[in-house]
């Protein structure tokens, strides 16, 4: 939402408005770092909590302008943690979700999620709900992974994600049988990005493409069988295997190269484009 605004504006809870631009954005957790141009004696900084400390039956409150009324507080208790849920905007998952049953509607979205000392432990990020209304079954980013997010923002005007620079597909046992393939899980390299991570490394993308029912599948790539001791089926599977790196990291990748089974030591970098 944030990422396509042409112009912001900030109403206090002394009803001042201020104008505001967008510093950066992490549309894979639904967050973006915003400035305000306000004079520091119109601004508090809220208090943050630790999510590690957060449980299961702990009370929470929940801000936000729900509906359009503003500075509205609901209260309930956390239900869940550790939730995986999907990012609305890029599809990837947000791990590690604090669940609860405060009432979260349109407009809660970006509001803090405190403890009972006013601790921030979490961002709002969306609901649950077949009608589009709050049904008790709310997510909030947590604080930590906010944390990480705006230093990334701050310091280098966007998040730094190591990635391995690959567009991969799902291999499943049925594909394999139709291909041949000497494995029934993994993922299959279409392409290699140019100058990343997978690419320096050695791994290879598809070199044609087969026609099956309706689809052109790539074939003549590696396929990854497993990323730093982890089996990889699926692009969530990817995600899980670097999350928690940093760039210059360097992880063990398990291929499949033919019918020979390989391992190449990747050097994690940022993209040079989009891609895994």
Partial sequence: MI????????????????????????PDN????????????ELSTIPLGESKDVFVG?????????????????????????RPIRSEFTQRLIEGVIQTDA???????????????????GINTMIFSPTGSSVGIGFAVPVETAK?????????????????GISPIPLSARLSEVL???????????????????DKAGIRGATQQVQIGRYLIPVGGDIIISADNQPIRSNDDLDRAL???????????????GSRKTTLTVQLAELPRSGM
């Fill in 3 to 26: 990422q396509d605004a042409e112009k912001l504006e900030v109403s206090l809870s002394n009803n001042h408005n201020y104008q505001a631009k967008v510093i950066g954005f992490d």
């Fill in 30 to 41: 639904d967050l973006a770092v915003i400035k305000i141009d306000a004079p520091a004696s």
């Fill in 58 to 82: 702990q009370k929470v409150l929940a801000i936000g302008n729900p509906f359009g009324f503003d500075h509205t507080l609901t209260t309930g208790i956390v239900s869940g943690l550790s």
């Fill in 103 to 121: 009432a979260i509607n349109p407009g809660n979205s970006g509001g803090p999620l405190l403890n009972s000392k006013g601790q921030m432990i």
């Fill in 148 to 164: 990480l997010v705006i230093d990334d923002i701050l310091k280098y005007g966007r998040v730094r994600k190591p990635k391995l």
């Fill in 180 to 198: 041949q393939l000497p494995v029934k899980e993994g993922m299959l390299i279409a392409e290699v990005v140019p100058g990343g991570s997978a």
């Fill in 243 to 257: 999350k928690g790196k940093n760039i210059g990291d360097k992880i063990q990748v398990e291929i499949m190269r």
